[in-house]
Nanobody, 124 residues
Framework: QVHLVESGGGLAQPGGSLRLSCAAS????????MSWARQAPGKGGLEWVS?????????EYADSVKGRWTISRDNAKNTLYLQMNSLKPEDTGMYYC????????????????WGQGTLVTVSS
């Protein structure tokens, strides 16, 4: 059974940084691409944020975070990361770690398992 557990959320000031982690279990982590998605408060839809291929050879970012954030993974530790720098108030939301059905396809329609989320609040 796939199990994804996010951590690292919290309160940050505008311009600050946070690092999210996602501990994965129940599947062969190194065989699947992984992504982060978020949901803003009061909004129903999920916004895909970033994804990384199974071997880490490729990364993709939404335009809203490109140049500010870095996704990475440690396949030896079955852990996914998201380093978030230059945070903005509009980055506030619940952040979800997710597993892809494929090794190199990271968008929302490829995702088949989700964690419970970790809350990020950016405010002064």
């Amino acid at each position: 059974q796939v199990h994804l557990v996010e951590s690292g959320g919290g309160l940050a000031q505008p311009g600050g940084s946070l690092r999210l982690s996602c501990a994965a279990s129940g599947f062969t982590f190194s065989s699947y691409a992984m992504s982060w998605a978020r949901q803003a408060p009061g909004k129903g839809g999920l916004e895909w944020v970033s994804g990384i291929y199974s071997d880490g050879s490729g990364t993709e970012y939404a335009d809203s975070v490109k140049g500010r954030w870095t996704i990475s993974r440690d396949n030896a530790k079955n852990t996914l990361y998201l380093q978030m720098n230059s945070l903005k108030p509009e980055d506030t939301g619940m952040y979800y770690c997710s597993k892809s059905k494929y090794s190199d396809y990271v968008t929302l329609d490829a995702l088949d398992a989700w964690g419970q989320g970790t809350l990020v609040t950016v405010s002064s």
